[in-house]
């Protein structure tokens, strides 16, 4: 085709060379790596940390990383478009249609990641209950946030699982997380005794976080008594750890008092 036949760009956009595109190349390339390194970085980092900052310095993870893909996604539209306020107004404004209608699914995990990693609903560290799924936050990319269960199972939950369900933090930012332990004893017993002897295993627990508060909360049923006690661990990773270690000490002192478990429930007339 002659080159002055040729049909004009719209003015928004400017002529791409083969250096513009080497240069966008290089730019996605370089963006990879460098989320990557952090995301290794951060991690390898907090590992190496107290419990407390490593809460704090996995927080920041999922901020750099978007920080790099605004940065990237701006260097690559400054090679493609005139720069004005115009233009810029009417590429977001354009992009917003298009991930309204032809990307609707993704740009709803998109926005909610946006709104999470800004207002902070869950962070990496935390551990969440979401979409029937409970874990600990790993990583929070812009579409999906990745716990690691109890299980040792990795779930991927998009973001835009919030519109819909509700998002139980149980750790919110925290190193600690509250765990309950709960025993079903034969009603003919002690009740004062049995609260104190729960609150002493739980603070001679060396998993159990110091100064911090236990509760036992004790509900009489038909069929016996049933006692919730409440305390709260060191480390949130620890939680299962600390849940057994507590039964079982519990276990070995009701054997101890002569306590018998509670009979299977029945059902009751009315």
């Known amino acids: 085709m002659n080159p002055e036949t040729a049909l004009p760009l719209p003015p928004i956009l400017k002529h791409l060379t083969s250096e513009n595109l080497l240069l966008m190349v290089a730019a996605v390339v370089a963006a990879r790596v460098l989320a990557a390194g952090i995301k290794v970085g951060f991690s390898r980092l907090a590992k190496n940390l107290p419990p407390r900052w490593r809460i704090v310095i996995l927080a920041w993870m999922p901020i750099a990383r978007l920080l790099v893909v605004l940065a990237t996604t701006a260097f690559i539209v400054s090679l493609l478009i005139v720069p ?6 009417g ?3 354009g992009a917003g249609l298009v991930l309204s209608f032809a990307l609707k699914d993704y740009g709803s995990c998109l926005l909610a990641g946006l709104a999470t990693i800004f207002e902070r609903a ?3 560290g935390d551990w969440i209950e979401i979409g029937g799924a409970y874990g600990e936050v790993r990583s929070v990319g812009l579409r999906s946030v990745r716990l690691v269960t109890l299980d040792d199972t990795e779930v991927i939950v998009p973001h835009s699982a919030i519109w819909a369900s509700a998002v139980y933090n149980a750790t919110s930012g925290n190193h600690t997380v509250l765990c309950v332990a709960e025993f079903f004893l034969h009603p003919d017993h002690d009740g004062l005794l049995v609260q104190e002897r729960l609150r002493e295993i ?3 627990s060396p998993l159990w976080l110091a100064e911090s508060p236990v509760i036992v909360i004790v509900e009489e049923q038909p069929w016996g008594t049933k006692y919730r006690l409440k305390a709260y661990v060191r480390d949130s990773r620890e939680q299962k750890k600390f849940t ?5 000490r519990s276990k070995a002192v009701f054997r101890e008092l002569g306590i018998k478990a ?3 429930a029945v059902a009751v007339g009315r």
Request: charged share 5%; glycine share 0%.
């Open 202 to 204: 739980a603070v001679t």
């Open 84 to 89: 004005s306020w115009q233009n810029v107004v």
């Open 262 to 264: 509670a009979q299977a």
């Open 244 to 248: 057994t270690d507590l039964t079982l």
């Open 91 to 93: 590429l977001i404004a």
């Open 122 to 124: 869950y962070q990496p």
